[in-house]
């Protein structure tokens, strides 16, 4: 589970290099599975993202998306056909998991995945975005 603590260590790690982050520029949301819960939201103006899907115990996903990866943030990785690189064709073509055909895979990833947004201000840059991604891929370990 993606807590407010393991941001708090993430900017904590971010400012030990010298980079200056606050915790207000850094908002937190957790999308729960459910069709009602698990709802795709635009990616605010003036913000960057770093988002991670989470199955049962296994961190599937950990990717980001900048200013100008919006449809990434919101739809890349509910369709399999949106890209050769996306949560939704590894879920298709990975033996272990089983999900529906392809047609259902985005009511799938909604009913079974926990989502967690972590919405950065731009001003911190596309490097912070990097840094931030990695730590939590670190974190995660995902399977994609």
């Not at 529906?100 to 975005?129: H, K, Q, S």
Request: negative net charge; proline residues 3%; glycine residues 4%.
């Amino acid at each position: 589970m993606i807590t407010q603590n393991d941001i708090n260590f993430m900017i904590a790690a971010a400012n030990l290099t010298g980079f200056q982050v606050q915790s207000n520029q850094i908002q937190f949301m957790t999308l729960d599975a459910g069709i009602d819960t698990h709802v795709q939201l635009e990616l605010p103006n003036g913000m960057q993202a770093v988002y991670i899907f989470k199955y049962e115990d296994i961190y599937l996903k950990v990717g980001k998306a900048g200013i100008f990866n919006k449809a990434r943030y919101r739809s890349h990785h509910y369709k399999h056909m949106y890209a050769n690189n996306n949560l939704a064709l590894s879920l298709i073509i990975d033996p272990e998991i089983i999900t529906p055909e392809a047609d259902f895979i985005n009511i799938w990833i909604r009913e079974n995945t926990t989502r967690f947004n972590l919405l950065i201000d731009v001003n911190l840059g596309v490097n912070f975005l990097n840094f931030m991604e990695a730590f939590f891929i670190l974190k995660c370990n995902p399977k994609y």
